[in-house]
């Protein structure tokens, strides 16, 4: 075994008073210690050391769990997305998009739709770049041909783009943060269980 | 059994927001008195670790559960608290009453229910002096004990928290003991 120098010892002193010595090592420093007066008096000041910081900590102040609990905010994770609302919303343009169709059906602009799709595929291939201007002109055409059809198909038209829009806005809108007092609520039954566990 | 800190992160992540108040409960002595060394200001100590709390339960979803959480509460509060000292002069308070309209200083009263007005005196001299102490230690040093003694952060989760191995924890905890051994040679004794 090693013999243990002045610095070695002064360290596991030191180590040992922390609590972070093991047990053999332990049983060596007692060894060390049985011997000399001088390391029982230095083991006592390390003591006196570690008493003194812990005598020097500061109470938290009362109720500041409680205050921080009160003032947490609704972080980005608890925004939970709910996707009741957008999909009543969805059924709904899809609702409304088929009355237009049937409305457009029934007085026999089905046709007229059908040919403005052709129309617009024509323009397309006809403008190639200006795809997506060609598109938009297409999609106006059907759309015109939809609204002129029958006031059934004017109405479900336009209660498709309120689905729509309540659709788009359901998706952006923002959760409320959360009420902080049923947290508190719910806090001081959660420390009971764990109290009584 | 008590659950792991780690284990409540997961559950309140799951919805359980009122489980946070057990992670402050665990964390508010050692978080507060570490902030309290760093900044030197019960009031900002408190203060920030409020915000410290709040910004932790911002990026809960973030927390790495392969790590601790105490490593990762710690080292925002050290960023939180690092940004503040760059901020502000620290303002240092004396333990002397100032003046009043009749030039009547002296000492705080300190509330206590026990200690003579004898001890109670010399508890506050002794808390001034630790204080001073660990504020004159390296910088190194001082970090190492604060996080030791007031954060009550393992070895190993300070090594973890300072990136440093093992054995350079234990020396410069060793070394900084020593220095303050030396610097409070007078209140040790008694």
Do not use: C
Not at chain 1, 37 to 55: I, M, P, Q, V
Not at chain 1, 122 to 148: D, K
Not at chain 2, 17 to 32: D, N, P, S
Not at chain 2, 93 to 104: F, L, N, Y
Request: glycine share 8%.
């Amino acid at each position: 075994m090693k013999t243990m120098d002045r610095e070695n010892v002064a360290e596991w002193l030191d180590l040992d008073v922390d609590g972070q010595l093991g047990a053999a090592e332990r049983a060596r420093l007692a060894q060390v210690l049985a011997a000399g007066g001088e390391l029982a008096a230095e083991r006592r000041r390390l003591e006196a050391l570690h008493a003194d910081l812990a005598a020097a900590r500061v109470a938290v102040r009362p109720g500041f769990r409680d205050a921080v609990m009160a003032s947490l905010p609704a972080p980005a994770w608890r925004r939970g997305r709910s996707w009741t609302l957008p999909l009543a919303m969805a059924v709904g343009f899809a609702v409304a998009a088929a009355l237009a169709l049937a409305g457009a059906s029934a007085e026999g602009a089905a046709l007229g739709t059908g040919v403005a799709v052709l129309d617009l595929l024509a323009t397309a291939l006809l403008a190639g770049s200006g795809l997506l201007a060609a598109s938009w002109r297409g999609l106006a055409l059907a759309l015109e041909e939809l609204i002129s059809a029958s006031g059934l198909s004017l109405a479900a038209m336009a209660l498709g783009v309120l689905f729509l829009n309540l659709l788009f806005f359901s998706m952006l809108r923002r959760r409320r943060p959360h009420d902080p007092q049923p947290v508190l609520e719910r806090a001081a039954v959660e420390r009971d269980t764990i109290e009584r566990q | 059994m008590q659950a792991q800190d780690e284990e409540l992160v997961e559950s309140v992540l799951a919805g359980k927001v009122e489980l946070f108040a057990e992670l402050i409960e665990r964390y508010q002595g050692r978080l507060v008195n570490y902030l309290y060394r760093m900044l030197r200001n019960e009031e900002d100590a408190h203060d920030l670790a409020q915000e410290v709390f709040l910004k932790i339960y911002g990026a809960l979803d973030r927390f790495d559960p392969r790590y601790r959480f105490s490593t990762w509460l710690f080292r925002v509060a050290q960023n939180a608290a690092i940004d503040q000292i760059r901020k502000r002069r620290l303002k240092l308070v004396s333990i002397h009453r100032p003046e009043d309209a009749d030039g009547d200083g002296g000492d705080w009263e300190l509330p206590g229910d026990g200690p003579t007005p004898y001890q109670a005196r010399r508890n506050v001299e002794r808390g001034t002096a630790i204080r001073e102490a660990i504020g004159e230690l390296p910088w190194e040093y001082q970090e190492l004990i604060t996080l030791r003694h007031y954060g009550e952060l393992s070895y190993d989760e300070i090594a973890t928290l300072k990136n440093m191995p093992l054995g350079t924890v234990k020396n410069k905890l060793f070394r900084g003991r020593q220095m303050l051994k030396e610097k409070l040679g007078d209140f040790l004794t008694d």
